[in-house]
């Protein structure tokens, strides 16, 4: 007879789980594919204003965002969203998607990978906070993150979304 773990009961107050300084965003891990018998990775983050991923794809994973501050324009293939405070979006794996932070201010989200493990990329990706806010601003590092990518099911394809005409 096979035996199935069950993932143990556990909770994080606000500002609990392992925090990165990823790229130019802070981000806390709230959940792991090992604490989630692999349901998902859960992830709090603070994104700068104009912040933009580049174009990239999961090949494992979905990803969905759940805005909690601040707007969002997310592109997934063709289909362009904009989210504000309550927004949730759903990115479905094998398709480019990337995401810009409109505004002046940061935008705060809840990022669900689906099953967990992607939640790794950001931690492998990051480096620890030298601080409680923002790290400082700057460019994606794309070579860093085309290197850490295939380990995670992940490919960069495209550069980070412009800014909008106004």
Excluded at 48 to 66: N, Q
Excluded at 131 to 140: N, T
Aim: hydrophobic share 35%; proline share 13%; net charge negative.
């Amino acid at each position: 007879m096979e035996t199935t773990e069950t993932a143990k009961a556990y909770g994080l107050a606000p500002g609990e789980g392992e925090a990165t300084w990823f790229q130019p965003n802070r981000m806390v891990v709230k959940a792991t594919a090992e604490t989630t018998n692999g349901g998902f990775g859960l992830l709090e983050s603070w994104v700068r204003p104009g912040s933009s991923p580049p174009l990239h794809v999961h090949h494992r994973e979905d990803e969905s965002f759940w805005v909690l501050e601040g707007k969002v324009w997310f592109r997934c293939g063709d289909l362009d969203i904009d989210a504000g405070p309550g927004t949730f979006v759903f990115l479905p794996r094998d398709v480019p998607h990337t995401f810009r932070v409109e505004g002046d201010e940061p935008a705060r989200l809840l990022t669900l990978l689906t099953p967990g493990g992607g939640e790794g990329f950001f931690v492998d990706g990051g480096r620890p906070p030298e601080g409680p806010g923002l790290p400082p601003p700057g460019p994606p590092d794309v070579a860093k993150l085309m290197e850490i990518s295939g380990a995670y099911g992940a490919e960069i394809i495209g550069p980070p979304l412009a800014p909008r005409d106004a």
